[in-house]
């Protein structure tokens, strides 16, 4: 997420924001499996699915979050 967060930076975490105020451009953080948690920015909302993308990367990430 570099260069908005610096790598080694700690983030907390609120779980209890409704997903419905999450807009495009907001960085959130989600589980990718059982053991990684994942901060990336929203790129796009379709629904209940968010598209990501990490700000250093070229690319959005694969598949959307739910």
Known sequence: MEPAIPVYSICFVDENIPLASIKVGEVISFRLGED??????????????????????????AAPVT
């Open 36 to 61: 990684i948690l994942v901060t990336h920015r929203v790129t796009a909302i379709n629904g209940g699915e968010y598209t990501t993308k990490g700000d250093a990367n070229n690319i959005e990430d």
